[in-house]
Nanobody
């Protein structure tokens, strides 16, 4: 079993930055990737970024140049650095853990989520 604990969400003004953290524990040998999804109210969940042993990718078009995903191996923690935040980035951000194979991410475990609200 893999457990995920997210942190770092909150209220930030437009143009500000936040860094979300996701600490993984448990049987980590079964995963080779971790990712962030987000879901805004009334909208479908969308994939934001994925870190894998093969590299990192920001999938969110609007996140290109603003979002970065990274991992601290010693802490088994994945970070999502979000800069130049916009109101439309407001959402519940979920961390996930799973496998990355042949260019596709397969999440298997989810964290409860951390709320990000961008508002003046």
């Amino acid at each position: 079993q893999v457990q995920l604990v997210e942190s770092g969400g909150g209220l930030v003004q437009p143009g500000g930055s936040l860094r979300l953290s996701c600490a993984a524990s448990g049987t980590l040998s079964v995963i080779n990737a971790m990712g962030w999804y987000r879901q805004a109210r009334g909208k479908e969940r969308e994939l934001v970024a994925v870190w894998s042993t093969r590299g990192s990718t920001v999938y969110l078009d609007s996140g290109e140049g603003r979002f970065t995903i990274s991992r601290d191996d010693a802490k088994n923690t994945v970070y999502l650095q979000m800069n130049s935040l916009k109101a439309e980035d407001t959402a519940l951000y979920h961390c996930s853990a799973g496998t990355y194979y042949s260019g596709t991410y397969y999440p298997a475990k989810w964290g409860p989520g951390t709320q990000v609200t961008v508002s003046s």
